[in-house]
């Protein structure tokens, strides 16, 4: 796959960047640190520059989050009500659960849009739980954007920065991604044994 990624932007540069990371929002297993990286490196040996490459993938990422965030309007909280009508037994899921989630991420959802940008595989999934709890699209956009310059910017600079070592920069990505998906298990175990504890005491 990485020949693949590669070829696509020597051939056709700030198009194959936009294509690619366009892609890559809506496939989340392609990896968005081979490409900005990659493009970074690009900048000191052909005649992309850096902030046209940024440009590119920037716009790449909000066509990409659009179409997920419009995903997530089709599964609203009402189609999931349904799901939890015919299916709440099995999944353990209460409308009251629904509503719940949806409330939390009426409250916290702009910021939580913003920093999951920065997080490997979730940046891009994020736009579902958006489009589901009916995020103004506008405001949607400007957090995803925000969060979307600031890995872009970060990427492409480092991969110009190391030049033709930019494959150096995916190992600390690969590092950077397994300490964030190893705080995000520890935070949901510490919030579900709280919760079970919570549910125990009451029940006792």
């Known amino acids: 796959m990485e020949n693949w990624l590669i070829g696509i932007m020597n051939e056709f540069g700030y198009v194959g960047v936009f294509f690619l990371i366009a892609l890559e929002n809506i496939f989340p297993p392609i990896p968005s640190e081979v490409i900005l990286t990659f493009a970074g490196f690009m900048t000191t040996s052909t005649d992309l520059n850096i902030f046209g490459v940024v440009l590119s993938a920037t716009a790449g990422s909000l066509v990409g989050a659009c179409a997920l965030y419009r995903i997530g309007l089709l599964m609203d909280v009402e189609r999931l009500e349904k799901v939890v009508d015919r299916w709440g037994t099995i999944l353990r899921l ?107 005491k009451k029940i006792s």
Request: proline share 2%; glycine share 6%; hydrophobic share 50%.
């Open 94 to 200: 209460t409308k009251k659960d629904i509503h719940k989630a949806d409330n939390w991420f009426d409250k916290h959802g702009y910021v939580t849009v913003f920093l999951c940008r920065l997080i490997p595989l979730i940046r891009s999934l994020i736009s579902i739980p958006a489009g589901m709890s009916n995020m103004k699209f506008g405001t949607f956009l400007i957090y995803t954007a925000a969060g979307t310059l600031i890995w872009n910017i970060v990427l492409v600079s480092l991969g110009a920065s190391v030049g033709e070592n930019w494959k150096d920069i995916l190992n600390y990505f690969e590092i950077y991604s397994k300490l964030i998906y190893l705080l995000i298990i520890v935070t949901i175990v510490v919030i579900t044994s709280f919760y079970i504890k919570k549910v125990v």
